[in-house]
């Protein structure tokens, strides 16, 4: 019951039937599958049901879940509920209904999945996957330069490889590498490796996240013996977001505060990728 759980979340009526008719995880993948488009299109008012513990009975809850979040004020000793989305797989199976809705449901979508700070991992984890399908397809995307460099960047993506932990093998350059899950590469979704410079990209809808810097020197310590000549000079950290405004807002925080081992100040960009301008399809990477 507590492997079902972690896969497909806690619902005691659904974990309780899949036990009960002895489902295979394919069998159960079809059944949350013909409901996942239901809950994106559903997706705002389920959000304001679950705040307001007023489900129907017909919604897709399989998908949402309400669970307990503590009250700012700690003095109120409160117990607050908050809507979210608990499982990769569940994100994974509402990124793949989402691409065949239309741009106001995905707008829609997105908004009401960015605004409840307890839905915005989910919401983060669908985009992310969104820009790596778009990038490892060999599209192009924009940098604009806010430190170390001027006017703009256009940038070609590539071939999408595997990783471990230990080192990033691959035969030659350029190749587009997603970080692992977990804490090593803090800050770093992903990175275009070329022959003489190196392309880090932090993709988030949030304006709030750590640094990078750690996870530059974990990602660098891993490359291969020539890659690592690499001076940090040649390194560029972009962020990548949907809107323009916020993205480059984002950037320019970390203007001036970003410094590799050797005091070089990294330069730093950001990178509007809209996935419903783009027309992304959406696929799940093997790794990050």
């Keep these: 019951m507590t492997t079902l759980a972690k896969e497909w979340g806690g619902v005691p009526r659904s974990l309780l039937y899949f036990v009960r008719r002895h489902l295979t995880d394919s069998q159960i993948g079809s059944i949350y599958t013909r409901t ?37 004020e700690p003095s109120m000793q409160r117990r607050l509920p908050g809507a979210s989305v608990p499982t990769r797989t569940l994100r994974r199976l509402l990124g793949e209904a989402l691409q065949k809705q239309n741009n106001f449901v995905k707008r829609q979508f997105f908004h009401a999945l960015h605004l409840p700070a307890s839905t915005r991992q989910a919401a983060g984890y669908i985009y992310k996957s969104w820009f790596h399908s778009y990038f490892s ?9 806010v430190q170390g460099l001027d006017g703009v960047s256009s940038q070609a993506g590539t071939n999408l490889i595997d990783t471990n932990w230990d080192t990033v093998k691959v035969e030659k350059t350029p190749y587009h590498w997603v970080a692992p899950t977990g804490k090593n590469f803090p800050g770093v979704d992903s990175a275009l490796i070329l022959a003489e410079e190196i392309y880090v ?22 490359l291969p013996a020539d890659l690592k000549k690499i001076p940090w000079r040649a390194w560029r950290v972009v962020f990548v977001g949907v809107d323009d405004s916020k993205i480059k807002t984002v950037a320019n925080k970390w203007v001036g505060k970003l410094f590799a081992t050797d005091n070089t100040n990294i330069t730093i960009g950001w990178s509007e990728v809209d996935p419903v301008v783009k027309d992304i399809t959406y696929r799940v990477c093997k790794v990050g």
């Design 36 to 72: 996942a488009s239901k809950a994106v299109q559903q997706c705002q008012e389920m959000l304001s049901s679950l705040q307001m513990n007023a489900i129907p009975d017909d919604a897709p809850s399989q998908f949402y879940f309400c669970e307990p979040r503590n009250n700012a």
């Design 137 to 145: 397809a060999g599209k192009h995307i924009e940098c604009h330069w």
């Design 201 to 222: 990209f932090q993709v988030t809808i949030s304006t709030r996240h750590e640094s990078p810097k750690d996870g530059l020197e974990t990602l660098r310590a891993r």
